[in-house]
């Protein structure tokens, strides 16, 4: 069992940016693929970034390329979510997601507001 705390969220006016943090308790922390999703109100839960476990490559939805970048420390069990520019659309309860194999594991969320 892996459990994965975010931390990070909170409120931003327009334009500003945020640094996502999820820290995962686990010894093999390098073998999981890590990925941020989030889920609006009403709306379904959509992936937002991706890196792999090995090479550390990365993927993007579209509405956030060139704003959010994903990166990971392995030393520190840690993946981050660096989010700028942001726009009040970018409004949702963000989740850090660990996959290895058929073994998936969710963070509680954390929630990120985009107001002015």
């Known amino acids: 069992q892996v459990q994965l705390v975010e931390s990070g969220g909170g409120l931003v006016q327009p334009g500003g940016s945020l640094r996502l943090s999820c820290e995962a308790s686990?010894?093999?922390?390098?073998?999981?693929?890590m990925s941020w999703y989030r889920q609006a109100p009403g709306k379904e839960r959509e992936l937002v970034a991706a890196?792999?476990?090995?090479?550390?490559?990365?993927n993007y939805a579209d509405s956030v390329k060139g704003r959010f970048t994903i990166s990971r420390d392995n030393a520190k069990n840690t993946v981050y979510l660096q989010m700028n520019s942001l726009k009040p659309e970018d409004t949702a309860v963000y989740y850090c997601?660990?996959?290895?194999?058929?073994?998936?594991?969710w963070g509680q969320g954390t929630q990120v507001t985009v107001s002015s």
């Open positions: 686990t010894f093999t922390f390098s073998s999981y693929a």
């Open positions: 890196i792999t476990s090995a090479e550390g490559s990365t």
């Open positions: 997601n660990a996959r290895r194999g058929a073994f998936r594991y």
